[in-house]
């Protein structure tokens, strides 16, 4: 039989883009002579519907829209995700379609409660072995714990969350010998390193289990904050048969592979491990997929940038940069602009067109594209398109130097970008005048040290805001991990914005990207950024700030902030944990961070709650809408500081 998976990149409740994808992938498959296509967890509504799952009409919808769906299956076996509400519970299904019938629904048992998952505030888990009778407009059909039949093949299912329960509890171990097939249509967001993890468990599952599985992924930044990678995996008692390339830039991914059900199993496989994960790639590919759906679905007309020259917002210009390379290679360049939804015909025409006038160009040589190598026009393409979807402004003031300067001016230069040049000391000045005139006295470095260093900051959110909205753009914030933990950054300031691209990635990190990015992806301007020490510049230079000299170095914050708050450890036992692990700092030092960390991060949630929106690109994320949650009020762990 040949069987196939598809990742979809759906966006919630749009019914019409949903059906559009869920046709495409159908037809493609049929084309391909698949006889069975499984397509994604929640694939009709989309997974990120949040609260709108606990109402009566979605689910009523979804059941309405899937009846679209049945025709477009004649002559194949397709499983479309929704959601099924039965006596005002809601649940979590995969319905089974072919030639125009609806075969029934299998339905998820258990259901994902940790990281980002709050499954269990929408859905209400299935118990194994039962089943239960959906009732549509005169029709019926079986839902609950189900085997089903295709042409001999008999196939049972997990979804997602399903499959990564122990193996004594998870519905498979109830199918061993049952079923010849598995399926799990899935959500499971991007993490970086992770798709080593789904690796290992899908070839796992088909070698304990003694069967072949199926594995398919959503696509893309479907709601918001989550990514998915569109992984699809093919497995055969150990066996390796299918694995596709993630990320793509398509609406649609069909992938299929042939699979001989009449013969019996082949010896059960030894797994064989994959090489180990680039991250920095990884990162890199999750970032732009993320950004440039956010900015379709966003109906936004690109994105503008507060381009300090330091390493977080040459990373957010990077991605934008990376945004285009990526997609048009994928993609090509008129298809590429179809879908960014911010180009006018007359526009796409003339980039995507056969000659490409080149602008400005004021060297001797061929004044138009069709002259130029291939990868040159590419590359000039690329500019202009980046130069249209990403507006920068370095915004200095008297504490600024020539280096961030530099930095940011050869950046944007280099990628494309549209660079704005402008100081903001008489705000600032007008500003400070106006609060020392009303309180009768100066203020100095020496007794307003945070409120002069924070008016800069803030100051620079207006223009870049005004400019933002008079180019319909999305204004990118750059704050990291690691700022967000400890609050170093200045609340409608540097965190204003309507989208934090890197908020879910530390500090030590970035660093170590930007070196990667420079020489792996060829961006020889980052040389600037990464020959300095990252600062805020917001007291005057003779003082030389730096942000590990007002925090600490950036790995050992990370170590604690994850000690903390992945591994939830005690102030004490974090401490107890640094002591072993860093023998050449002394334990006093250690101690004054571990206090510093603690303390920055318990009077800091308040900014927390209210940074844009964040993707969630690593393991974890300190965001209190999708990872972790703190109060904003608390007794900040001094009996435990104290303690230590």
Same mark, same amino acid.
């Given at each position: 039989?040949?069987?196939?998976?598809?990742? !979809? $990149?759906?966006?919630?409740?749009?019914?019409?883009?949903? /059906? %559009?994808?869920? *046709?495409?992938?159908?037809?493609? =498959? &049929?084309?391909?002579?698949?006889?069975?296509?499984?397509?994604?967890?929640?694939?009709?509504?989309?997974?990120?519907?949040?609260?709108?799952?606990?109402?009566?009409?979605?689910?009523?919808?979804?059941?309405?829209?899937?009846?679209?769906?049945?025709?477009?299956?004649?002559?194949?076996?397709?499983?479309?995700?929704?959601?099924?509400? !039965? $006596?005002?519970?809601?649940?979590?299904?995969?319905?089974? /379609? %072919?030639?125009? *019938?609806?075969?029934?629904?299998? =339905? &998820?048992?258990?259901?994902?409660?940790?990281?980002?998952?709050?499954?269990?505030?929408?859905?209400?888990?299935?118990?194994?072995?039962?089943?239960?009778?959906?009732?549509?407009?005169?029709?019926?059909?079986?839902?609950?714990?189900?085997?089903?039949?295709?042409?001999?093949?008999?196939?049972?299912?997990?979804?997602?969350?399903?499959?990564?329960?122990?193996?004594?509890?998870?519905?498979?171990?109830? /199918?061993?010998?049952?079923?010849?097939?598995?399926?799990?249509?899935?959500?499971?967001?991007?993490?970086?390193?992770?798709?080593?993890?789904?690796?290992?468990?899908?070839?796992?599952?088909?070698?304990?289990?003694?069967?072949?599985?199926?594995?398919?992924?959503?696509?893309?930044?479907?709601?918001?904050?989550?990514?998915?990678?569109?992984?699809?995996?093919?497995?055969?008692?150990?066996?390796?048969?299918?694995?596709?390339?993630?990320?793509?830039?398509?609406?649609?991914?069909?992938?299929?592979?042939?699979?001989?059900?009449?013969?019996?199993?082949?010896?059960?496989?030894?797994?064989?491990?994959?090489?180990?994960?680039?991250?920095?790639?990884?990162?890199?590919?999750?970032?732009?997929?993320?950004?440039?759906?956010?900015?379709?679905?966003?109906?936004?007309?690109?994105?503008?940038?507060?381009?300090?020259?330091?390493?977080?917002?040459?990373?957010?210009?990077?991605?934008?940069?990376?945004?285009?390379?990526?997609?048009?290679?994928?993609?090509?360049?008129?298809?590429?602009?179809?879908?960014?939804?911010?180009?006018?015909?007359?526009?796409?025409?003339?980039?995507?067109?056969?000659?490409?006038?080149?602008?400005?160009?004021?060297?001797?040589?061929?004044?138009?594209?069709?002259?130029?190598?291939?990868?040159?026009?590419?590359?000039?393409?690329?500019?202009?398109?980046?130069?249209?979807?990403?507006?920068?402004?370095?915004?200095?003031?008297?504490?600024?130097?020539?280096?961030?300067?530099?930095?940011?001016?050869?950046?944007?230069?280099?990628?494309?970008?549209?660079?704005?040049?402008?100081?903001?000391?008489?705000?600032?000045?007008?500003?400070?005048?106006?609060?020392?005139?009303?309180?009768?006295?100066?203020?100095?470095?020496?007794?307003?040290?945070?409120?002069?260093?924070?008016?800069?900051?803030?100051?620079?959110?207006?223009?870049?805001?005004?400019?933002?909205?008079?180019?319909?753009?999305?204004?990118?914030?750059?704050?990291?991990?690691?700022?967000?933990?400890?609050?170093?950054?200045?609340?409608?300031?540097?965190?204003?914005?309507?989208?934090?691209?890197?908020?879910?990635?530390?500090?030590?990190?970035?660093?170590?990207?930007?070196?990667?990015?420079?020489?792996?992806?060829?961006?020889?301007?980052?040389?600037?950024?990464?020959?300095?020490?990252?600062?805020?510049?917001?007291?005057?230079?003779?003082?030389?700030?730096?942000?590990?000299?007002?925090?600490?170095?950036?790995?050992?914050?990370?170590?604690?902030?994850?000690?903390?708050?992945?591994?939830?450890?005690?102030?004490?036992?974090?401490?107890?944990?640094?002591?072993?692990?860093?023998?050449?700092?002394?334990?006093?030092?250690?101690?004054?961070?571990?206090?510093?960390?603690?303390?920055?991060?318990?009077?800091?949630?308040?900014?927390?709650?209210?940074?844009?929106?964040?993707?969630?690109?690593?393991?974890?994320?300190?965001?209190?809408?999708?990872?972790?949650?703190?109060?904003?009020?608390?007794?900040?762990?001094?009996?435990?500081?104290?303690?230590?």
């Amino acid at each position: 039989m040949r069987i196939a998976g598809a990742a !979809l $990149n759906q966006i919630p409740f749009d019914w019409t883009h949903n /059906l %559009r994808t869920i *046709q495409e992938a159908i037809t493609q =498959a &049929k084309a391909a002579g698949v006889e069975l296509l499984c397509l994604p967890e929640l694939c009709l509504t989309g997974y990120g519907c949040e609260d709108l799952f606990l109402s009566d009409w979605l689910p009523e919808s979804a059941l309405l829209h899937l009846q679209q769906v049945r025709p477009w299956t004649d002559g194949i076996c397709v499983v479309v995700g929704l959601p099924i509400r !039965l $006596n005002h519970r809601t649940y979590n299904t995969a319905a089974v /379609l %072919r030639d125009g *019938q609806i075969l029934g629904f299998a =339905a &998820k048992q258990f259901l994902a409660n940790d990281g980002v998952h709050y499954e269990p505030r929408f859905f209400h888990p299935w118990p194994a072995g039962e089943t239960t009778t959906v009732k549509w407009e005169g029709e019926e059909w079986t839902l609950g714990d189900m085997i089903f039949e295709h042409q001999g093949v008999k196939f049972g299912f997990e979804i997602c969350e399903d499959a990564w329960r122990p193996d004594d509890v998870r519905p498979a171990c109830r /199918l061993v010998g049952r079923v010849d097939l598995i399926v799990n249509p899935s959500a499971s967001h991007f993490a970086m390193s992770k798709t080593d993890v789904r690796y290992h468990l899908v070839t796992e599952a088909s070698r304990n289990f003694r069967c072949t599985y199926l594995y398919a992924n959503l696509l893309g930044n479907e709601a918001g904050r989550m990514v998915y990678d569109g992984e699809i995996l093919v497995a055969r008692n150990g066996h390796l048969l299918l694995r596709n390339q993630l990320m793509s830039f398509k609406e649609v991914d069909m992938e299929c592979v042939d699979v001989d059900f009449s013969q019996p199993l082949e010896p059960a496989a030894e797994i064989e491990p994959l090489p180990a994960p680039d991250e920095y790639r990884e990162l890199n590919q999750a970032l732009s997929l993320a950004l440039f759906d956010y900015l379709r679905k966003a109906r936004s007309r690109g994105f503008v940038l507060s381009l300090s020259g330091g390493a977080d917002s040459v990373m957010c210009a990077v991605a934008v940069a990376e945004l285009v390379r990526l997609g048009t290679a994928e993609l090509g360049t008129a298809e590429f602009m179809r879908r960014a939804g911010c180009f006018t015909a007359e526009e796409i025409g003339q980039l995507a067109g056969p000659v490409m006038p080149v602008p400005d160009q004021q060297t001797p040589g061929p004044k138009d594209a069709s002259l130029m190598e291939p990868g040159q026009r590419q590359q000039t393409v690329n500019q202009q398109l980046t130069r249209r979807l990403l507006t920068c402004a370095y915004q200095g003031t008297v504490n600024s130097s020539d280096d961030t300067y530099n930095s940011a001016k050869e950046l944007a230069d280099s990628i494309g970008a549209v660079f704005y040049n402008w100081t903001i000391d008489e705000e600032v000045t007008g500003y400070v005048g106006k609060i020392e005139h009303a309180l009768g006295r100066p203020l100095t470095w020496q007794t307003d040290d945070l409120a002069l260093q924070n008016i800069q900051a803030r100051v620079r959110a207006p223009a870049i805001w005004l400019l933002a909205n008079v180019q319909n753009c999305l204004l990118m914030t750059t704050s990291n991990r690691s700022e967000a933990s400890v609050g170093y950054c200045t609340m409608d300031g540097d965190t204003a914005g309507s989208i934090s691209p890197i908020a879910g990635v530390d500090k030590a990190f970035v660093k170590q990207w930007l070196r990667w990015a420079e020489t792996e992806l060829n961006y020889p301007a980052l040389r600037h950024v990464n020959a300095l020490q990252p600062t805020a510049e917001l007291r005057p230079l003779e003082e030389k700030q730096t942000d590990e000299k007002d925090l600490m170095p950036y790995p050992l914050l990370n170590r604690i902030e994850r000690l903390a708050f992945y591994d939830r450890l005690s102030p004490r036992q974090v401490l107890a944990t640094l002591v072993q692990e860093e023998t050449a700092t002394d334990e006093e030092e250690l101690k004054t961070y571990v206090k510093r960390f603690y303390s920055l991060w318990s009077r800091n949630q308040w900014k927390r709650e209210r940074y844009a929106p964040a993707f969630h690109l690593d393991d974890y994320n300190v965001d209190p809408r999708s990872w972790l949650r703190f109060p904003i009020l608390s007794g900040g762990f001094t009996q435990e500081l104290n303690a230590l």
